[in-house]
């Protein structure tokens, strides 16, 4: 059985956009990737450690442990062995308490490539292939979270394209997950149900593509 982590925020966590709701596990993208896996012959795991707010490498001032890089060696510790770990992350780095551009919140992904190289894990596991995610170009927030997100959608043009260079800067692989999908059309951050199902799917299949399964 292959066991494949997903480390990410809100988008991947299912909340309902301007709700504060959350979709079940085969509804959410990370029960779709998972089940369209299985349906392909394979048997997988995925483990899910996604936190509403999380950012690639900065605090929340006003909800603890909102850091990803902060305790990321222990739950690459935990879990192992690990085949693949699932980064997607960013999209919270805009919040209006930071001042971050792209290639900011790119920096903030390599960290934690590197702490997913050099996680303590006991000897002999296998050290994961680790894919990452750019999520879904923000368009102009709407709703409850619009104020929390205010000129986001200004702060992270060119996200994926950065992120797309720190993959290949650090031989981990890479999927633009605005090519299959694109933002809530309620909020203008999260995924909304179909979206879910519809990254599943491609991410699914993408990493069966690269694994030749």
Same mark, same amino acid.
């Given at each position: ?16 956009? &301007? ?7 085969? #509804?959410?993208? +990370?029960?779709?990737?998972e ?14 450690? !996604? %936190? ?17 890089? #902060?305790?990321l ?7 192992s ?14 919040? !209006?308490?930071?001042? &971050? ?18 996680? +303590?894990?006991? +000897?002999?596991? +296998? ?14 927030? #709407? ?9 986001s959608?200004?702060? !992270? ?5 950065? %992120? ?9 692989h ?12 309620v ?27």
């Amino acid at each position: 059985m292959q066991q494949i982590l997903i480390y990410s925020d809100s988008l991947t966590w299912g909340i309902i956009p &301007n709700t504060r709701q959350r979709l079940p596990f085969d #509804k959410r993208w +990370p029960g779709v990737f998972e089940n369209t896996f299985n349906a392909l012959g394979q048997n997988i795991r995925v483990i899910e450690n !996604c %936190l509403n707010g999380r950012r690639t490498v900065w605090s929340d001032p006003f909800k603890d442990g909102r850091d990803g890089s #902060k305790g990321l060696a222990q739950v690459i510790e935990m879990h192992s062995p690990l085949d693949w770990v699932v980064l997607l992350l960013g999209s919270n780095d805009f919040q !209006c308490t930071h001042d &971050n551009n792209a290639w900011l919140s790119a920096q903030g992904m390599t960290k934690l490539v590197r702490i997913i190289r050099q996680a +303590p894990i006991e +000897p002999g596991m +296998p050290v994961p292939e680790i894919m990452i995610v750019a999520p879904p170009t923000i368009v102009k927030p #709407k709703g409850v979270i619009a104020h929390k997100f205010l000129g986001s959608e200004v702060r !992270c043009v060119g996200l994926a394209a950065e %992120l797309e260079q720190v993959a290949n800067e650090n031989s981990a692989h890479f999927f633009n997950a605005g090519d299959v999908t694109e933002a809530s059309v309620v909020d203008g951050i999260h995924l909304d149900e179909d979206q879910h199902e519809v990254l599943g799917k491609a991410l699914a299949h993408e990493i069966a593509r690269i694994t030749n399964l």
